[in-house]
């Protein structure tokens, strides 16, 4: 069974900026892998969130 992820504001902010930055700075392209790759880990976090230690 799949876990609810919640993002705090500041995580909001952060991913934000990322993506901010790399539309500025580099192609979308890159932005865009950014962000499948940041959805493949949500996915894992969410089916076994024990993989992924708090810190």
Do not use: C, G, H
């Amino acid at each position: 069974m799949s876990k609810q992820i919640v993002w705090s504001p500041s995580a909001e902010s952060d991913f934000a900026n990322i993506l901010e930055y790399l539309l500025e700075n580099w192609e979308e392209r890159v932005a865009n892998q950014f962000i499948d790759l940041t959805e493949d880990i949500l996915e894992q976090i969410s089916i076994n969130p024990r993989q992924f230690p708090l810190i």
